[in-house]
């Protein structure tokens, strides 16, 4: 009898369970169902910044980071390009400011107000070839020249002067061709005023909050640029104090700043290096004397000393006599055994 009881009460108690994880099932149904919800009302915010295009270069973005790899740095530079195309064919959404390093491009895509970042893989080289930027500036009068300049089959790098007839038109090219470029930043040259620097320069005698004023003004006027280089400042770009301010300004938005060395003095790079900015310095220009042969004697300086250094950044203009000796010179630098890379793949951080 005893034991038949007990037989019973224990049955009694399996039922009890039984109820019990019942219950919690349904709870749970019911939490996931809230939770799915959540979800999906996440996935739909992120749906009304339209990042299907974006999802098809880089697979579905994850606020804990989404990896992709890619077979070289072409590839990734190509992924780059892809991506950039496919964020600014989708309302809402945006490419944030790139950082790279060796082996690894590091970004974030916003989409809405979420934030998603992406990074970008792919293996070393086992040897690395010979890098040469170069970068056309005073871009911004000409919207035709421009172009001419992007359809090179070598990636040369824009920067844009600013408050030009069609610097935003540029831009807006730029934006829509997914190509990196510069912010041509006016600055104070040995001569001025006869030596006219433009609209909007930075000028010796402006105080800190002037200059840093201004430095924000030129930023935001094109907020997809890489990086900033000087134009002139062979005054400007030998004093320490407005160097910090506008390196200041760059560290605030992830920006690389290229000394174009428009004085022998210079200690724009030197400040950049100081504060944490990637920086580079240019190590040739390359049509100060408008003619094909000069043009063409010094890219061959600029692709020896890639050779030599590993890196180097030859800067231009927008000439047409500049633009013919490049169209000219394109297939020749890959025999030359040097590549012709966009300015930002040659900073460097730290001492470099
Ligand atoms: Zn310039």
Redesign the pocket.
């Known amino acids: 009898m005893a034991r038949k009881r007990k037989k019973r009460r224990s049955a009694g108690s399996r039922w009890g369970l039984v109820a019990v994880v019942a219950v919690l099932a349904v709870g749970i149904g019911f939490l996931g169902g809230y939770l799915w919800n959540d979800l999906r009302a996440v996935r739909q915010t992120a749906r009304r910044a339209d990042t299907a295009r974006v999802e098809t270069v880089v697979g579905q973005l994850d606020p804990a980071g989404v990896r992709v790899r890619a077979a070289n740095r072409a590839a990734a530079d190509g992924l780059l390009d892809r991506l950039r195309r496919a964020a600014g064919q989708s309302p809402g959404v945006a490419v944030g400011p790139v950082s790279r390093r060796d082996g690894r491009l590091d970004l974030t895509v916003a989409a809405g107000p979420d934030r998603y970042p992406v990074t970008i893989l792919w293996p070393a080289p086992a040897e690395r070839v010979p890098r040469l930027a170069i970068v056309i500036?005073?871009v911004g009068r000409n919207l035709d020249r421009a172009e001419a300049f992007l359809d090179l089959t070598v990636p040369v790098t824009l920067s844009i002067?600013p408050r030009q007839r069609h610097s935003r038109d540029v831009a807006d090219l730029l934006r829509s061709r997914g190509r990196a470029y510069l912010v041509?930043m006016p600055m104070e040259p040995q001569g001025y005023p006869s030596v006219d620097p433009g609209p909007g320069a930075l000028l010796a005698g402006m105080d800190e909050a002037r200059i840093r004023a201004l430095v924000r003004q030129h930023l935001d006027d094109f907020p997809g640029a890489v990086g900033v280089n000087n134009?002139?400042g062979s005054r400007l770009t030998e004093l320490e104090a407005p160097m910090g301010w506008v390196a200041d300004e760059l560290a605030r938005r992830g920006l690389f700043f290229l000394d174009?060395v428009t004085s022998g003095r210079t200690v724009a790079a030197e400040v950049a290096r100081a504060r944490g900015l990637p920086w580079c310095r240019r190590d040739v220009f390359i049509d100060n004397d408008r003619t094909e042969d000069a043009i063409g004697r010094q890219l061959e300086r600029a692709v020896q000393r890639a050779r030599k250094n590993g890196t180097a950044v030859a800067i231009g203009?927008p000439y047409p006599v500049t633009l013919r000796t490049l169209r000219a010179w394109a297939p020749r630098f890959r025999q030359l055994g040097v590549a012709v890379v966009p300015v930002a793949d040659v900073v460097r951080t730290g001492e470099g």
Do not use: A, C, I, K
């Open positions: 500036d005073d002067l041509h134009h002139m174009s203009h």
